[in-house]
């Protein structure tokens, strides 16, 4: 087997395609890490370290002022977006919110934004794209190709087995990929400790090697898929045109329905619907003239969470709306594997996710120590009213609550992003095991003599 690896191994490597396909994607992947390190670090300029508008200038709270006021927490910038863009310049990245709940969910654009020269391009779009389609090129006329110039008999007339044939051709090609692959990567890795821009933690550069095994994966699939249309077909040209079609239905057209049939079998609602149900808030929690002060306290609070809770379920129907249509593409290895590197990268729905439950954590613990300052004042009536400011009925102090004021939004782990994406990456794998069984199957089966005319 290795003799014909290495055989196999030198056609691909002294081919035009090859030197080709590994110069775009050096070109492309080192491209992504300078464009990134950029734009990170001009985020991280712009990037707000607290909530300012419940936070003096001196890291000091005032107390009687604080049910009134309002402010916005964004999300901190990921370190990884050449990995995996993944919604990083289109999805929600600010949440709006009070003390007593958070009332919006949004994204904040600043000119810098219109600045930003990735146009989305990223090591998964370049994996995805173009080495998946590199695979195509090294094997579609690995078995076709030998059956018309009628060395494939010649092959088989020693003691070598198909399967031996067909693992070796695999090997050859997934070798030279991974080789491009791989290269390609540590070379982003140097510049990216070059630069200096983009300070990546041990979890980080944990995730940049789980993104290159499973970007070893997604390519021996279509390593696989090419094998099979050549296997498959008469001749290389009929190959060509039957990995062409495949490689187009699997990384375009499947994918692209997704956001289409979650549409039609999704039913999160509107907008307008939102704002029709927040409108029901009040008949839903009502103040009578017989309630006493803390009971009208209490029932104020009670609306501030149910509109929080309101959001926060709208986000979810969302999620799971996303979640419907990508459950319909992931059939496509492609869909399968850009998902999975999202959730490796923390970036995308995964990571909207995990940044709002850490703003509804970050407020909850502010209030708890805002409520705890309150009542160390004696003036106090101990009454947090929500948008109500002044009186005795809350402490007019100006005080330090600690760390609890302070909003540190963190990624996703590793390990977060390896279990979210556990189900991808095991399609992954099982679409790798059908495809090779595919090939085995029909190239045991197939009259390797040469067809005339092909």
């Known amino acids: 087997m290795w003799s014909i690896v290495k055989r196999e191994l030198v056609d691909h490597l002294v081919t035009f395609r090859f030197s080709a396909i590994f110069v775009l994607t050096f070109l492309l992947m080192t491209t992504a890490v300078l464009v990134s390190s950029g734009d990170y670090a001009r985020r991280m300029r712009e990037y707000p370290r607290r909530a300012e508008g419940l936070v003096e200038e001196n890291g000091s709270v005032r107390l009687g002022w604080i049910a009134c006021r309002g402010a916005a927490v964004r999300a901190v910038p990921s370190p990884l977006a050449f990995l995996c863009t993944a919604g990083e310049r289109v999805l929600p990245n600010q949440v709006q919110l009070a003390l007593h709940g958070i009332s919006s969910i949004g994204r904040t654009a600043g000119p810098g934004d219109a600045l930003d020269g990735g146009g989305g391009t990223d090591w998964t779009f370049t994996v995805t794209v173009l080495l998946s389609f590199g695979a195509g090129l090294l094997t579609y006329k690995g078995i076709s190709g030998e059956r018309r110039d009628g060395t494939l ?27 491009v692959l791989v290269v390609s990567m540590l070379a982003g890795a140097v510049l990216i400790r070059a630069t200096g821009t983009i300070p990546l933690a041990a979890d980080d550069w944990e995730k940049i090697l789980l993104f290159g095994l499973m970007g070893i994966a997604f390519l021996s699939l279509f390593v ?7 296997v498959w077909t008469r001749s290389p040209v009929l190959s060509a045109v039957a990995f062409l079609f495949t490689w187009m239905t699997l990384v375009f057209v499947i994918p692209n329905l997704g956001g289409i049939l979650a549409g039609l079998a999704g039913s999160a609602p509107t907008p307008l619907q939102v704002r029709e149900a927040a409108r029901t808030i009040p008949d839903r929690y009502t103040l009578t003239s017989t309630m006493s002060a803390t009971d009208v306290d209490r029932v104020k609070l009670e609306r501030e969470s149910a509109r929080e809770r309101m959001v926060i379920d709208y986000l979810g129907a969302l999620t799971r709306q996303v979640d419907l249509g990508r459950d319909l593409t992931r059939v496509s290895p492609a869909s399968a594997f850009a998902f999975a590197a999202e959730r490796i990268a923390g970036g995308g729905i995964f990571r909207l996710t995990h940044f709002v439950r850490n703003v509804v954590e970050y407020r909850r613990g502010f209030l708890d120590a805002v409520i705890a300052a309150d009542r160390m004042d004696p003036q106090s009536e101990h009454r947090y009213v929500p948008w109500w400011c002044g009186g005795t009925h809350f402490s007019q102090r100006a005080v330090d609550v600690g760390p609890q004021k302070e909003f540190h939004d963190t990624l996703p782990t590793g390990g977060e992003g390896l279990a979210a994406a556990g189900w991808d990456i095991a399609a992954l794998l099982l679409e790798n095991l059908i495809a090779f069984a595919l090939a085995f199957w029909r190239f045991a089966r197939q009259d390797v003599a040469p067809v005339p005319g092909t």
Do not use: D
């Open 153 to 179: 008999t010649l092959v088989l007339a020693n003691p070598v087995s198909r399967a031996t044939l067909l693992g070796a051709k695999y090997l050859a090609a997934l070798i030279a990929l991974g080789t």
């Open 224 to 230: 696989l898929t090419g094998l099979v249309c050549s």
